[in-house]
């Protein structure tokens, strides 16, 4: 069964809200209306000899609250969290809310998510004997979960020829369902579950939307498909979309299982069902958690996904997830979670040349992966300004047949999704499309496999696409199809649509964390999808190209396992670690990142792009335990019942802070606020030695503007494996309160190893200055 929706991966990039239903559940009949709610709940309370097992624990609070608990009940979670979902009405609620051990109560959140070549323009090579694939095995061995929206197992991605035998540690199940047998399972795929309750009790009204969706782990959309092959994809020769980019497609760990748990469906992503998928994966024996969706910032203690996160953490499970696709607006970051890696995107050096000619012989360059060169004809081109029905925007039943027949139509990005416009275009009879970016998307290329001949332009294409348009009376252009071309020293910089930092929440973690490429990937698609993600597009392909943090955080998920397989025993923060202080500021021709036209700063991309062979060997790391994360939650005044919450651990952040003053959590970026008033502030820093077990490290600073930095000591001399040594910075802001408050300013810090110059950990520093007093 196909799909009927529209346009999901327009969700993916512009956050729309959803316009679908799915299941015809039973309504119920009570009055007034249910929610469903996460119950949390002390992890010590329940009395041993009472309840047969911690479901029976959970229930009995449903029991004392309404009369039929189990109709009611939707998960009872016990690995990511201990507790319960379920459904209950606002006197029910007050109920709840009064029993004894009942921790805290969030309503259930919806998420939204985040949405061939990019294994080599990362160096990764698998010939290159001393590389990072080589070295890990190929990420051999790791188990990736990817929570999103199921898995299409006949992708030849998912072909598990060549892979080893399944982890015997591995829990899993492959749970069956529509369209989905125990078979659907091998090497490659090791496990696949669905979780739907949350989804299923929100969307009980029918819509004139309806959907068809697998009940299963069968993806009916598209992008659980793509993110799980970029994690681990089996290599696909001669893989392209529609002849585009044509070459063999990996993904990042070709040796790493795959483990599939749906969460997402056309609704959206409900944190009940996250949770509970989670509470399976860390029971189910994952090493990485790959999380392509999220919400809005809030703060920790009401976020499930950091809650869970929490709890994974502490069972070594590294969490990445995407930062969102809410940029380039400032704040915008989500899942900053400490102790999760946030990931933003950037873009590829490959382009899809497809260039306008204008009636005026002046020629715009433009970005299409449409195929073939017969389209290539000179049409009149026509912007449909002015009106109230969104022309501009090729918005439905905006374009009259007898404007836009046989025409090129120009269609500005924004509003409705950018797939959905091509087919706007052509059902109204627009025989081709230019796709123009506004003011806020710049220059970003992110293109899609439009129904119809189609092109993208810039920004600055645009307004000179514009002024050409009014200055005739019959403008014409013609689209000439370039193919694929790669490098042509195109720089890397931050897509406009990667969500950017100070966090929200805790802007003494700053994120992202790091950036990846997240801009025109191609990876596997669903079978009985066009290349569009439409319903109208009846092309079929194994391969189709998307962009969003969606695309980036598999990346880095693919490489943790790399990292994972090659060290077995590193925590999640020393993954991390590896990851963030050996990421590149600069390209591959020696050119600053860019954001927009400036180069891009720590609230754009974090510590900077990944370098996987490089940090498959990082040569020390800032590693981190569950602890010192709660210290953290108490420097950032979190109440010692939000600490309950997220850590079910219960501190008393006065006694702790006694034992450390000046504590400062051992993260590999640096952020240091000062406050009005303040002149100086010491941080302090441990590395430990994952290298030579012999080896000597030397400083080098980069102070931020108005800031003088020291450090102490200079050198660290390690003399065995694992050797942790401690150095302390301080920051002396030399022109104290005359910057505007919330000015930043940007350095680093960096140790070199003195025996080969090469190996360097390099932190990210921000300073900000702030006026108010208590942040
Ligand atoms: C085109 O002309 C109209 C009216 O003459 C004007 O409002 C508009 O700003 C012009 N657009 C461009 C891009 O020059
Ligand atoms: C997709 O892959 C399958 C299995 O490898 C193959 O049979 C099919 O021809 C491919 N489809 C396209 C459109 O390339
Ligand atoms: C935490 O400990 C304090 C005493 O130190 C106690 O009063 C409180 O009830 C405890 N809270 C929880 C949630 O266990
Ligand atoms: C490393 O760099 C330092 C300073 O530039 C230099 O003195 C030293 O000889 C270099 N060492 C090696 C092994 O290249």
Redesign the pocket.
């Known amino acids: 069964m196909a799909p009927k929706n529209l346009l999901f991966w327009a969700i993916l990039l512009y956050s729309f809200s959803n316009p679908t239903y799915s299941f015809s559940t039973p309504t119920y009949a009570h009055q007034p209306p249910l929610k469903t709610y996460i119950i949390q709940l002390h992890p010590e309370a329940m009395p041993d000899s009472v309840f047969a097992s911690k479901c029976h624990w959970h229930l009995s609070f449903l029991e004392k609250t309404v009369t039929d608990p189990s109709s009611r009940l939707l998960y009872s979670y016990q690995s990511a969290m201990e507790g319960f979902s379920a459904q209950l009405s606002e006197p029910e609620l007050d109920l709840m809310r009064k029993l004894q051990h009942v921790v805290a109560i969030r309503p259930d959140r919806v998420h939204q998510l985040h949405t061939t070549y990019s294994y080599k323009f990362m160096g990764l090579s698998p010939t290159n004997a001393g590389g990072a694939w080589v070295k890990s095995g190929f990420g051999r061995g790791s188990i990736v979960g990817v929570l999103d929206t199921g898995v299409w197992p006949?992708?030849?991605s998912f072909?598990d020829r060549g892979m080893p035998p399944v982890p015997k540690r591995w829990r899993g199940v492959c749970q069956q369902g529509e369209g989905f047998k125990t078979e659907n399972c091998n090497r490659k795929l090791i496990g696949a579950r669905f979780f739907s309750k949350g989804h299923r009790v929100a969307s009980l009204s029918p819509s004139e939307d309806d959907v068809a969706e697998y009940l299963s782990p069968r993806d009916s959309h598209g992008h659980g498909t793509h993110t799980a092959s970029t994690v681990g994809g089996s290599a696909?020769p001669m893989a392209s979309v529609l002849g585009n980019g044509a070459g063999t497609a990996r993904g990042m760990a070709p040796g790493a299982h795959i483990a599939i748990y749906k969460v997402c469906w056309f609704s959206g992503c409900y944190s009940s069902d996250i949770l509970a998928a989670m509470d399976e994966a860390i029971r189910d024996g994952v090493d990485i958690l790959s999380l392509s969706l999220g919400g809005f910032p809030i703060p920790l203690y009401d976020d499930s996904i950091a809650i869970g996160s929490f709890r994974a953490m502490e069972h070594k499970i590294s969490v990445i997830c995407a930062a969102g696709n809410n940029g380039p607006i400032a704040n915008s970051v989500a899942n900053v979670a400490p102790w999760v890696a946030t990931i933003g995107a950037s873009t590829l050096d490959r382009r899809f040349p497809a260039v306008v000619h204008m009636g005026n012989g002046k020629i715009l360059y433009g970005e299409s992966v449409y195929p073939g060169t017969s389209h290539e004809k000179q049409l009149e081109v026509v912007y449909l300004t002015g009106g109230d029905r969104g022309g501009n925007y090729c918005l439905k039943g905006s374009l009259p047949r007898n404007k836009v027949e046989g025409k090129m139509v120009v269609c500005d990005r924004g509003v409705n999704g950018r797939a959905e416009k091509g087919e706007i275009v052509k059902e109204a009879g627009g025989a081709a499309m230019i796709l123009a970016n506004t003011e806020i998307n710049m220059e970003e290329d992110s293109i899609d496999a439009h129904v119809l001949p189609a092109t993208l332009i810039g920004f600055s294409e645009s307004v000179q696409l514009k002024s050409y348009i009014n200055s005739t009376r019959r403008p014409a252009g013609r689209i000439i199809f370039g193919g694929t071309v790669i490098g042509e020293a195109r720089g890397t910089s931050v897509a406009q649509f990667s969500s950017r930092g100070p966090s929200f929440t805790d802007p003494v973690i700053p994120k992202p964390d790091v950036i990846a490429p997240g801009v025109n990937i191609i990876a596997a698609w669903p079978?009985n999808l066009g290349p569009s993600g439409l319903p109208e597009d009846s092309r079929?392909?194994?391969f189709t190209i998307m962009s969003g943090t969606s695309m980036s955080c598999p990346h880095v998920g693919g490489l943790a396992a790399l990292i994972r397989a090659a060290h077995p025993k590193w925590s999640p923060a020393a993954i991390k670690s590896a990851l963030m202080t050996t990421a590149e500021v600069t390209d591959r021709y020696g050119k600053p990142i860019m954001d927009g036209k400036k180069p891009a700063g720590i609230l754009a991309m974090g510590a900077g792009h990944v370098n996987p062979e490089r940090a498959i060997e990082p040569g020390l790391v800032y590693d981190i335990t569950p602890d010192e994360y709660i210290m953290h939650l108490c420097t950032i005044r979190y109440t010692q019942s939000e600490i309950f919450t997220i850590t079910h651990r219960n501190v008393s952040c006065q006694d702790i802070m006694k034992k450390d003053k000046g504590f400062s959590l051992n993260y590999p970026s640096i952020s240091v606020i000062f406050k009005s008033g303040m002149t100086g502030k010491m941080i302090k820093r441990r590395v430990t030695n994952v290298g030579e077990p012999k080896s000597t490290y030397t400083v080098q600073v980069v102070a931020p503007q108005g800031v003088k930095v020291r450090v102490k000591p200079r050198r660290l001399s390690f003399s065995r494996s694992y050797q942790a040594l401690t150095y302390r910075v301080w920051f002396i802001l030399q022109k104290p309160s005359r910057s505007k408050s919330g000015t930043f300013s940007q350095g680093q810090l960096t140790w070199m190893n003195l025996k080969d110059n090469k190996t360097k950990i390099r932190s990210p520093i921000l300073v900000t200055k702030s006026t108010s007093k208590n942040h």
């Open positions: 006949e992708s030849p072909d696909v079978q079929r392909v194994n």
